[in-house]
């Protein structure tokens, strides 16, 4: 089951791609990070500062 999902943003208000977390049994089961970009290369460390603003 999908618990949260967030869209990354970019600067100039793009978006790239996503960051899903999965849950199984009330734990985190699996977290993953979504490209939709050809251009913007869409990592785990690209996710966390987007977010963070």
């Known amino acids: 089951m999908v618990a949260a ?3 990354i943003p970019t600067d100039d208000g793009d978006c790239p791609g ?3 977390a999965f849950a199984e049994s ?3 089961s ?3 990070v979504c490209s939709w970009s050809d251009t913007v290369e869409v990592t785990l460390a690209l ?3 987007t977010l963070r603003r």
């Open 18 to 20: 996503e960051v899903l």
């Open 26 to 28: 009330g734990y985190l």
């Open 47 to 49: 996710a966390r500062r």
């Open 5 to 7: 999902e967030a869209q």
């Open 30 to 32: 699996w977290l993953e």
